[in-house]
């Protein structure tokens, strides 16, 4: 789906991305991480095609973004963290809008609005913006296309939004398309994103599936700090512990956990999750 090889982008003398390479497979949902300022948005971008990288590829179902072709186009959404909409009815823009890509479906569209308890008959600037992030989200989802980024997606949605919208993407994903989500707030998406990407200054910490990291890593907690602990956090009652996994255990992945614990252990990671 993405192939990325050796990229690297700057803003004038600022290094964002030095010789990256990742690939992306169609039927997951990708998981961005990574600190303020480490290029996760940069990212979105390059691949949707509004930036243009200064060495190295990125291929997107076989196109090269920035050439930003309409069968390239036709089969990719982004949805930025801040969307603003129109002063236009939200149906007709859904209507005006779905032309562009080959299996918009109307339909699903108005189911997902149902559910997201949006009113299509409002204009963008009627509503709030937790209901302008869902009515974009909903038509993203309703354009049915292969690869679907989106940039802190949860920003904005209040507690019951955010059920809707696991719920709605997790519907969404198919074997044949690929959606990226870039968040901070990894616990509004926990149980959804697999694999999980972590960027870091220049680079990739870690792009691993949640079975592969809780195969190598184990996730414990206790009343005291383990002695065998790469990483470990102070919680009510007792201590997370993040450990290497010897005894090949079953483990839930606490995915907090595991970024400050990728964080710390930035060459130890490496080491254990080496193919």
Do not use: W
Request: hydrophobic letters at 35%; glycine letters at 6%; one cysteine or more.
């Amino acid at each position: 789906m993405v192939t990325i090889d050796n990229l690297s982008f700057n803003y004038s003398k600022h290094v964002v991305f030095n010789d990256v390479s990742m690939k992306l497979e169609a039927g997951k949902i990708y998981g961005l991480l990574g600190q303020n300022g480490v290029g996760k948005t940069t990212l979105l971008k390059i691949m949707s095609g509004l930036l243009k990288l200064k060495s190295g590829s990125c291929k997107v179902n076989g196109y090269e973004p920035f050439q930003r072709e309409p069968g390239f186009l036709g089969e990719l959404f982004f949805i930025p963290e801040d969307f603003m909409g129109p002063d236009l009815v939200v149906n007709k823009f859904a209507k005006l809008r779905g032309e562009f890509y080959p299996n918009y479906d109307h339909n699903k569209f108005s189911r997902l609005m149902t559910e997201f308890e949006v009113n299509g008959n409002s204009k963008f600037t009627k509503l709030s913006f937790g209901q302008q992030k869902k009515a974009i989200i909903a038509f993203a989802l309703s354009t049915n296309t292969k690869l679907i980024l989106m940039d802190e997606p949860s920003n904005g949605l209040d507690i019951p939004s955010k059920a809707q919208l696991r719920r709605v993407i997790s519907q969404a994903s198919t074997d044949d398309s690929c959606i990226v989500i870039s968040t901070h707030q990894v616990r509004d998406l926990e149980n959804l994103i697999d694999p999980i990407i972590i960027l870091d200054k220049n680079g990739v910490l870690l792009n691993a599936s949640i079975d592969e990291i809780s195969q190598k890593l184990c996730f414990e907690f206790s009343p005291t700090v383990s002695d065998k602990s790469m990483y470990s956090e102070q919680t009510l009652g007792g201590y997370i512990n993040v450990c290497k996994n010897e005894s090949n255990k079953e483990c839930k992945v606490n995915i907090e956990a595991l970024f400050n614990s990728v964080h710390q252990n930035r060459e130890l990671i490496k080491d254990i999750f080496k193919k």
